[in-house]
Nanobody, 120 residues
């Protein structure tokens, strides 16, 4: 019913930048909250950032001032601009959206994940 396609991951040196994108498509009436999570090797998945339909944002303390989440409602897309990357940011990043379907039903959808590796 709804598909998420992530892009933008890769290998970057410490201090570098990457921009992740996640585009939603399918039987979408509207999208409520959108967010990014990450899971490092051997660790639990953690919330990185969220953005509401009204544009209110929230970040985990470890990325505040370095990461920026944004969304383009016309494109059903959420972005994560990551600056001043550190080795500890290395993880698989997953987007997560709460969709209102054309049927009126709510559906939480996860992206397939994109690997971000920060290393020299």
């Amino acid at each position: 019913q709804v598909q998420l396609v992530e892009s933008g991951g890769g290998l970057v040196q410490p201090g570098g930048s990457l921009r992740l994108s996640c585009a939603a498509s399918g039987s979408i009436f509207s999208i409520n909250a959108m967010g990014w999570y990450r899971q490092a090797p051997g660790k639990q998945r953690e919330l990185v950032a969220t953005i509401t339909s009204g544009g209110k944002t929230k970040y985990v303390d470890s990325v505040k001032g370095r990461f920026t989440i944004s969304r383009d409602n016309a494109k059903n897309t959420v972005y994560l601009q990551m600056n001043s990357l550190k080795p500890e940011d290395t993880a698989v990043y997953y987007c997560n959206v709460l969709v209102v379907l054309t049927t009126g039903r709510y559906l939480e959808v996860w992206g397939q994940g994109t690997l971000v590796t920060v290393s020299s």
